[in-house]
């Protein structure tokens, strides 16, 4: 759906409804900020979570790539990425954006083998920032190490809390308590000193930069403290399909994919103008768009055996650390074109 088709909606005036009866879900609501609709056929069902890493996902719609071909999409936005994947194994929601935790759909493909299909991931490090530890713009921290002892705030569910303990141990930031926060919370509490610092994700830090609250201590710190290179390719977030959607709707799957495809190469040679896109998915809004780092895109046809690896050292903090019940092999998870 074109731009000039239908309107986007600002944050504030999304329309929402509850989502079926149920958990964590009935908590999720549905939003439409320039819902593509086909004039028939199936819907599908893409959660997404409203950080800076959706930004293909939201381009696609926005530009009107899944409605020419053929498809019709539903936006159903999310408190957090668990909640994406509780969906997903529901079946109530067939597939995530990008910016859907990799962890937390690495969870749910243990709870149920063979669920999820990866088709994209995000990687981020210190030059295409998503991640970040970000403070109050008068604290005295100048590291990671100085919030030793503070109250540091996480994005919720349990990728955002394992990465946020491990970048404060690693860092040398002993002592310090991890307290879950609502992402869009994050600013807010850092201004009122209810928290020290706060691990999270884009458009966060530049929100807390803009308005003069926040600054940033560190980005790309997953790529520091967990890959143990500040520019290595973390892959944070992924969309992804179920394998379910997929066995069952083949040709649409695929042409999902390479419509999403569209929007990935949109964003890697407009990013200037694909920020537009942020509005109405995220907190950013107007000329702040402009502000936003942004992160990378791999599809899955461009996964080299390094980014493979990288991928599978950040899956393996999550078993050595016992989230997970056993070790996940990236590769089982990762979409192939049939």
Excluded at 144 to 161: E, F, W
Excluded at 242 to 266: C, D, M, S
Excluded at 317 to 337: D, G, K, N, T
């Amino acid at each position: 759906m074109r731009r000039s088709d239908v309107p986007v909606l600002s944050a504030s005036r999304l329309s929402r409804r509850r989502m079926l009866q149920g958990g964590v879900l009935a908590a999720a609501t549905l939003a439409l900020p320039g819902l593509a609709r086909a004039q028939s056929g199936l819907a599908i069902r893409i959660g997404y979570w409203p950080i800076a890493a959706g930004l293909p996902f939201y381009t696609a719609v926005e530009r009107g790539f899944f409605k020419d071909a053929g498809l019709n999409v539903e936006v159903q936005r999310f408190a957090g990425a668990q909640q994406i994947m509780e969906g997903m194994l529901s079946g109530r929601t067939d597939g995530s954006a990008n910016g859907t935790g990799s962890g937390n759909l690495a969870i749910g493909e243990i709870a149920a083998p063979g669920s999820f299909k990866i088709f994209c991931s995000n990687p981020s490090n210190v030059d295409h920032v998503l991640d970040e530890v970000i403070v109050p713009v008068a604290s005295p921290a100048g590291t990671v190490a100085d919030l030793a002892g503070k109250r540091v705030g996480s994005g919720p569910g349990i990728q955002n809390v394992t990465l946020a303990k491990t970048v404060l141990e690693r860092g040398g930031a002993e002592g310090a308590t991890v307290v879950e926060l609502p992402i869009g919370q994050h600013v807010a509490a850092l201004a009122a000193g209810q928290i020290d610092g706060c691990y999270t994700l884009e458009p966060t830090g530049t929100i807390g930069r803009l308005n003069g609250t926040t600054r940033v201590l560190e980005s790309g710190v997953i790529a520091h403290y967990v890959l143990g290179d500040p520019k290595a390719p973390w892959f944070g977030g992924s969309a992804s399909l179920t394998a379910e959607f997929i066995k069952q709707h083949p040709a649409e799957a695929q042409r999902f994919v390479e419509a999403y495809g569209l929007g990935v190469e949109f964003v890697r040679k407009n990013p200037d103008e694909a920020r537009q896109y942020l509005k109405g998915y995220t907190p950013i809004e107007g000329e702040l768009t402009k502000e936003v780092p942004l992160a990378a895109y791999t599809m899955y046809d461009e996964f080299t055996p390094q980014d493979i690896e990288y991928f599978q050292k950040f899956f393996d903090l999550f078993s050595e650390r016992e989230i997970f019940a056993h070790r996940l092999m990236v590769e089982s998870m990762l979409y192939q074109r049939g």
